[in-house]
């Protein structure tokens, strides 16, 4: 499937709003791979941005679901950090939201998957059963799972994906890990290069790299370290197709944000995004609880977009975000393959 594209680049599916139906069709069309992203919404309206895919494109597209998991919470200490960050939404005159552990519609999403046969689902922050993977396998879907260490690439192989997306540390948004994630800062975080390498080792199933790529370069290097396709979010963040809100796709070019940071601080589970007052505040006071903390800041990052207060919303984005260009989602892809064809070196 993979090897089938024209075009070695899938735009990374990208929850919150990012991932349209338009900007993931625009990359389709082009010959490479859109996604949509299918966490946070409700089974009724990813079912939706799939019908108007395939009203818009016949290429092949896929679409990305978040792994419920069954980790333990201290509600207890959820609710400390709930009643320290109100502080934050006093001034807006909401109230946080409950923290609550859902599956984001798990079961209904895989059934509307199933009935939809979408071409290619991937999944993040676990692994999903032999059993669903070979279910949708037999629908008709090419499977990919989100890896970020070694050990992760051997059980989603050995559950029976198709291809993996290899995260590097380097990647925006939150991070895929499944094992010991809460744990996860005082292990190894691998760069991008360093785990396409490790993991060709050990695994031989088509490797999707992901993290910081940017440009052409990026990409040949991808593919000479062993990958087969190159899984590019941040790069697609200021297309004028992409849904990120203007706040967001406004702070990518604001001086006022120079590096980015991993932080748990917004939903309880680390993600990459631009270092602002908010991380620098409360990543020390979060605990690893995901969703509940998702679900108790979500209220308040609403309320800082709607009043484009860039300090207090998640503004994901890898560390190559100072190249994210504003320009249609078809030609990004068009100048990145010139680009890995070496025709604008210095671009
Ligand atoms: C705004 C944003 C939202 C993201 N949402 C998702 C998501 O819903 N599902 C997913 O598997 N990955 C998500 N990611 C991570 C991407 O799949 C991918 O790993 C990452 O974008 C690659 O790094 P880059 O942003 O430096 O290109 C998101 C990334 C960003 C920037």
Redesign the pocket.
Same mark, same amino acid.
Not at 12 to 16: I, K, L, N, R, W
Not at 210 to 214: D, L, N, P, R
């Given at each position: 499937m993979l090897k089938s594209l024209s075009i070695p680049i899938i735009q990374?599916? #990208?929850? %919150?709003g990012?991932s349209t139906p338009t900007l993931a069709s625009a990359v389709s069309r082009a010959g490479g791979l859109g996604f949509l &992203?299918g966490?946070y919404k409700t089974a009724e309206e990813m079912r939706g941005e799939i019908l108007t895919m395939y009203q818009q494109t016949k290429s092949p597209f896929g679409v990305?679901l978040?792994v419920p998991s069954n980790d333990v919470v201290d509600l207890e200490k959820v609710n400390d950090y709930r009643e320290k960050v109100q502080t934050e939404a006093n001034p807006f005159g909401i109230r946080l939201g409950e923290p609550l552990a859902d599956d984001d519609e798990w079961e209904e999403k895989i059934a509307v998957i199933m009935e939809l046969r979408v071409p290619v689902v991937?999944f993040?922050f676990g692994c999903p059963s032999v059993e669903v993977i070979n279910n949708l396998k037999q629908n008709g879907s090419y499977i990919i799972v989100?890896v970020t260490t070694p050990e992760e690439a051997l059980i989603a192989k050995g559950s029976g994906a198709d291809a993996l997306?290899v995260?590097g540390i380097? &990647? /925006?948004?939150?991070r895929?890990s499944f094992l010991h994630n809460r744990l996860h800062s005082q292990e190894e975080d691998y760069p991008l290069l360093v785990l396409l390498r490790l993991i060709a080792e050990s695994v031989d199933i088509p490797l999707i790299a992901? %993290?910081?790529? #940017?440009h052409g370069k990026d990409i040949t290097t991808a593919l000479t370290a062993g990958a087969c396709a190159a899984? +590019?979010?941040? &790069?697609f +963040?200021r297309c004028p197709e992409s849904g990120?809100h203007p706040v967001h796709k406004a702070a990518l070019i604001n001086p006022r944000f120079t590096s980015t940071a991993i932080t748990h601080a917004f939903t309880g589970r680390r993600a990459r995004g631009l270092l602002n007052r908010f991380m620098m505040e409360y990543d020390n006071m979060a605990p690893y609880a995901y969703p509940h903390v998702h679900h108790i800041t979500k209220s308040l990052r609403k309320a800082a977009a709607q009043t484009h207060n860039p300090e207090l919303m998640s503004l994901?984005? /890898?560390?190559?975000y100072q190249s994210a260009q504003e320009i249609p989602a078809e030609e990004l892809i068009h100048l990145l393959m010139k680009q890995v064809r070496g025709n604008e070196p210095n671009e």
């Open positions: 990374a599916p #990208m929850a %919150g990012a &992203a966490g990305n978040f991937s993040t989100t997306s995260q380097e &990647a /925006g948004g939150h895929g992901a %993290g910081g790529i #940017m899984q +590019l979010g941040t &790069a +963040l990120a994901w984005a /890898g560390q190559g």
